[in-house]
């Protein structure tokens, strides 16, 4: 089974830029949908990005259409998340997720990812004024 390791977060100020990576072992990343999900304190887990490279599929939350882009590397076998214009409300843990049922439909089924999917750890973005 894929396994994924997600890195890139850190300190940014109001403004600034990440870039988060989602790099895949053990399969690769363009047998599946990869998606972005987002938890910060107190709240749920929320879908905010996906990309499906069967299909061309991708996805963003209304919070972080615009700011952020997803991308995938096949030569590297990671799918990125740039960030820009980060906002204090970006602060969260950030996870990705592999998911081989929503290649096959699309990444309009990227919130399915929360009930099943591969998950790796999260990386931890902090943006501060």
């Known amino acids: 089974d894929v396994q994924l390791q997600a890195s890139g977060g850190g300190l940014a100020r109001v403004g600034g830029s990440l870039r988060l990576s989602c790099a895949a072992s053990?399969?690769?990343?363009?047998?599946?949908?990869i998606g972005w999900f987002r938890q910060a304190p107190g709240k749920e887990r929320e879908a905010i990005s996906c990309i499906a490279s069967s299909d061309g599929t991708t996805y963003y939350a209304d919070p972080v259409r615009g700011r952020f882009a997803i991308s995938s590397d096949t030569a590297k076998n990671t799918v990125y998340l740039q960030m820009n214009n980060l906002k204090p409300e970006d602060t969260a843990v950030y996870y990705c997720a592999a998911s081989w049922v929503v290649s096959t439909v699309g990444c309009s089924a990227v919130a399915s990812m929360l009930r099943r999917a591969t998950w790796g750890q999260g990386t931890l973005v902090t943006v501060s004024s």
């Open positions: 053990g399969g690769s990343l363009a047998d599946y949908a």
